[in-house]
């Protein structure tokens, strides 16, 4: 729903050479963020910014802005699933405006995104996300005399996207205001309110073919920032097409919307989800879980990656196309076992500044006694163009 911004500052990172590394990381953190969201009341009294930062009234507070975990639903056949979500059609009106508008602002074109963000407010009057993203807009476009009066509109309107305030540097200076942590608690408590219609549900797509006698390998796919699983139910089938049941995983962290993110500070709720996957009784005498591979793009990527460094004794593989979002700096230094090799396909965008990452896997994996395969494509963020050809390689290279 909301676009990601722009990756910026990738030519310099190419041209340069002593802070390469250091650069490279402040890309890939930001590859895969959206904008964001926040939320709450304020009083007169309230209405004053703090001259400290963000950090320091944190500090200052004793409230839990933890990001709260919360467990997903589990894995069910694609035959057994159903989108129960319903949509009124003031509310898909409203989305589809507000989609125009995030494009907008994302192109820094301020004034026409404001047009449009009116339009969808108007359009659904309960809706708490057109409010913020207008205020965003304002802080973006520098009038943050009309910012804080729309962030406080999103709140009245029950704005609860918590994970995504949290972080949103789009709030500007209303994120400096002292009273912005409780603003924070009151989205959180909605957050965790809300929680059952947030969830997600993995969703299975069973292999084709002949099952071998060991059981079928297994596919876990996980999405990027701010998408969804049900977005890579395609990308599923065509992996049950090549004999792999196939998961596509919802992220850890749900967001709003039908999206998710992936833990911005551990890998741990990423593996303990793909681990109850993996055990559950849906696959009992069908699947091989010595053969469970994990395939993700960008955040998604990137904790695909770190999972099958850190446990592989339960993934066999990982195919990891354009690696990037919060803990990206734990690609620089992968720390690979040889108790169990395993194999690692690395693919990304020729203008993308991974390949030091390429050169630092394959060299890790060579010690490690890992197999490696590189892979690169012409463009950015995104699969390669050709991926429906590459797919039955890649798989090949895995099952070897």
């Known amino acids: 729903m909301f676009a990601p911004r722009p990756i910026r500052g990738i030519s310099v990172v190419l041209a340069g050479r002593a802070p390469l590394t250091v650069l490279i990381l402040a890309c890939l953190a930001g590859l895969g963020c959206t904008d964001g969201a926040a939320n709450s009341r304020f009083t007169e009294g309230q209405n004053e910014t703090g001259a400290s930062s963000i950090g320091r009234t944190l500090a200052d507070s004793v ?45 820094e074109e301020f004034a026409e995104a404001e047009k449009f963000y009116e339009r969808s407010m108007a359009a659904d009057p309960t809706w708490g996300y057109p409010p913020y993203q207008l205020a965003c807009n304002y802080e973006l476009w520098n009038k943050p005399e009309l910012a804080f009066p729309m962030y406080a509109k999103a709140v009245e309107r029950g704005f609860d996207d918590f994970p995504t305030a949290l972080d949103d540097d789009e709030l500007g200076r209303i994120r400096d205001r002292r009273d912005f942590p409780a603003t924070l608690t009151e ?12 969830v997600g549900q993995p969703i299975a797509i069973p292999a084709r073919g002949q099952k071998p006698a060991t059981g079928w390998p297994m596919m876990l796919l996980l999405h990027g920032y701010g998408d969804s699983n049900t977005s890579y139910v395609d990308n599923a089938r065509q992996w049950a097409d090549l004999g792999f049941v196939s998961v596509a995983v919802p992220g850890s962290v749900p967001l709003s919307g039908g999206r998710f993110q992936w833990s911005r500070d551990s890998t741990d709720p990423t593996h303990q989800d793909l681990r109850a996957i993996v055990q559950s009784p849906l696959f009992d005498g069908l699947v091989n879980r010595d053969k469970v591979f994990v395939l993700g793009f960008s955040q998604g990527a990137l904790h695909a990656m770190l999972v099958t460094a850190e446990h592989p004794d339960v993934y066999a593989g990982v195919v990891a196309i354009s690696p990037g979002g919060p803990l990206s700096e734990r690609l620089a230094e992968p720390q690979l076992s040889s108790s169990r090799p395993a194999g690692c396909v690395f693919i990304h965008g020729t203008q993308e500044p991974h390949a030091p990452y390429v050169r630092t896997w394959a060299a ?26 590459l797919r039955p390689d890649v798989a090949g290279f895995l099952l070897k």
């Open 187 to 198: 989205i959180r408590n909605l957050y965790i309110a809300n929680a059952a219609t947030r």
């Open 63 to 107: 409230r839990d802005l933890s990001i709260p975990r919360l467990t997903p639903k589990p894995v069910i056949w694609l035959d057994d699933w159903s989108d129960v979500e319903t949509i009124t059609p003031e509310r898909e009106a409203a989305r589809q405006l507000m989609a125009i508008a995030d494009r907008l602002k994302a192109s």
């Open 364 to 389: 890790a994996c060579q010690a490690a006694g890992w197999r490696f395969e590189s892979r690169t494509h012409p463009g950015r963020h995104h699969f390669p163009e050709n991926w429906d050809e």
